[in-house]
């Protein structure tokens, strides 16, 4: 209400309130009903359609019908397919601009370069076929998306380009055999020197696919060495582009590749460095839960190296207060002793809001965001929430004495010392809250034993179940056992005890130590070693 929005600016200026607000969760947001909104998809297919069929009829006067169904055809088909293999896909409006649009994009390259070929002669399009850039989608897509997601992109672009120019069987082929390439190529690159070798790999394909074309068609070898020159520099071509823009495709979308992972999981990062200087302990305690939940990923199959990156900045909001966590705290100088439980919590709490700033000033990925603010869900901080119901309790029973009415000591409200959530959201993320819960309560250990270990992971786990924080992760039950499995083996490698060696005796002050006399047969060495 504006009327509130006044009120609390007036007691801001007069310093009885704070200006900032506590981050909140809103699943009704504009954003989140676009993303799945039926109608707004109806729409994105619609518009696709409309310019397949204006890609159709573009060059190509006259009645084109025949064409024209059998796009609409193979699109409808393609769709079918990608509803069924990869849903996610299908339900994220987003996603599915992001495979259209590369598709149709494409698609206008390959036909506005066959417009623009001087000849259409069989020797001029040979040359054709191995300079269009038929792997641009399939590179893209596959990067962001998946290999699933990059094998709908070549069979789509394969088959209506081949549709748009003539219906060329062999377009289809050759586009055919540098997509899956470029697929096979890409799904596990995490360097950009890797998509170049990809791009290379494409290359070498279309320079095969040249030359046997070029013996089936009687070619010369001048010919023979264009199509190959042709073949091998649009593969390395394509893949420079798709390189160069990665960047900003990802952040229109808001989606993260390993390549992108890879280059946050740098320690250099200017935000980690302060944290090894302001709260180290803080930083090791990050180190420790990265591990933990890269090795559950691993179990289950997501990425780990997103997951360790999340674990790397998950508590960065610490930076501001960092003598309030109990990593950070010397032993016999406790600064909580001085404050009332609910403003411990608060101090507590407020990392969360504090790491998104931060994250936002440095401009981390929307992903890491929302680790920051989802790792600790709508959980209850349980130690000053219990300690402030025990004051309570004293306060009433100190009451009686001084014959006080129970009502007057002030009651305990849970919603005071619970974290503004969301909960996880997300597999990774469930994982790190997991993981985060984990270390946290190996500190507490004593004479940490393989079992003890065990019992503790798996308290941690059932804890988190019991109170709901891993509803919304889409984590399966299977899955949270396989991921405490891997946390607790990494866990008692981390814990691990070292044999203790025996100490070497100090000869006492009385003692005289004579030097053994030496003989004619010792060496040098005989005098070292004694």
């Known amino acids: ?47 696709f359609i409309a310019l397949l069929h204006l890609g159709v009829a573009w060059g190509r006067p006259g009645n084109n019908l025949e064409d024209q169904i059998l796009a609409f055809i193979i699109f409808i088909s393609g769709l079918m397919l990608l509803e069924l293999d990869s849903p996610d896909i299908w339900r994220s409006n987003s996603r599915l601009v992001l495979i259209l649009g590369a598709v149709w994009f494409n698609l206008v390259m390959v036909k506005g370069l066959y417009l623009d070929w001087p000849d259409h002669d069989p020797a001029s399009m040979a ?32 088959m209506l380009a081949s549709l748009l120019i003539e219906r060329n069987f062999i377009l289809l082929l050759v586009s055919l055999l540098s997509g899956f390439t470029a697929v096979y190529f890409t799904q596990n690159v995490r360097k950009r020197a890797d998509l170049l070798k990809a791009g290379f790999a494409v290359g070498t394909l279309n320079l095969i696919c040249a030359i046997v074309l070029g013996l089936v068609h009687q070619r010369g070898m001048d010919s023979l060495g264009m199509q190959a020159l042709f073949g091998i520099g649009a593969g390395i071509g394509t893949a420079l582009v798709v390189s160069a823009i990665l960047p900003l495709v990802e952040g229109a979308f808001q989606i993260t590749t390993t390549i992108s992972w890879l280059e946050l999981a740098d320690l250099n990062h200017p935000l980690l460095q302060q944290m090894t200087m302001e709260a180290p302990g803080t ?71 504090e790491g998104i700033d931060l994250a936002l000033k440095y401009h981390l990925k929307k992903q890491v965001l929302d680790a920051i603010q989802q790792h600790h869900g709508d959980s209850v901080v349980s130690y000053f ?17 001084m014959n006080m009415r129970e009502e007057d000591v002030p009651e305990v409200s849970e919603n005071s010392f619970r974290y503004p ?12 809250s997991i993981a985060d819960a984990v270390e946290a309560a190996s500190r507490s250990l004593e004479k940490p034993t393989a079992q003890r270990i065990e019992d503790l992971v798996n308290e941690i786990v059932e804890h988190k179940i019991s109170t709901g924080q891993l509803d919304e992760s889409n984590l399966t039950m299977n899955e949270i056992r396989a991921a405490a499995e891997a946390m607790s083996v990494t866990l008692k490698n981390m814990m691990h005890t070292r044999i203790s060696y025996a100490k070497k005796k100090e000869p006492s ?14 060496g040098p060495s005989a005098s070292a070693a004694a």
């Open 421 to 432: 959530g969301p909960k996880p959201q997300t597999k990774e993320i469930g994982l790190l």
């Open 283 to 353: 930083y090791h305690h990050s180190l420790l839960v990265a591990n933990l939940a890269e090795s559950g990923a691993k179990a289950i199959g997501l990425d780990p190296t997103a997951c360790r990156v999340m674990a790397y900045f998950h508590d960065i909001g610490k930076i501001i207060k960092p003598e309030y966590f109990t990593e950070n705290i010397p032993p016999g100088a406790n600064p909580h002793e001085n404050l009332t439980p609910s403003m411990s919590a608060l101090i507590i709490v407020a990392h969360v809001k």
């Open 385 to 401: 929430h219990q300690r402030a119901l025990q004051q309570q309790q004293d306060a009433r029973e100190g009451g009686k004495i």
């Open 509 to 522: 002050a009385t003692t005289v130590v004579k030097p053994a006399k030496r003989s004619s047969s010792q």
């Open 127 to 158: 040359r054709f076929y191995f300079l269009s850039p038929f792997t641009f989608a399939p590179f893209l897509v596959t990067l962001l998306l998946g290999q699933r997601a990059g094998l709908f992109a070549v069979v789509q672009i394969s």
């Open 1 to 47: 209400m504006l009327t509130d929005w006044f009120e609390r600016r007036r007691l801001v200026r007069k310093g009885l309130a704070c200006d900032k607000t506590r981050l909140s969760h809103s699943d009704d947001s504009l954003q989140s009903r676009a993303e799945c909104s039926w109608k707004l998809r109806m729409v994105i297919l619609g518009v």
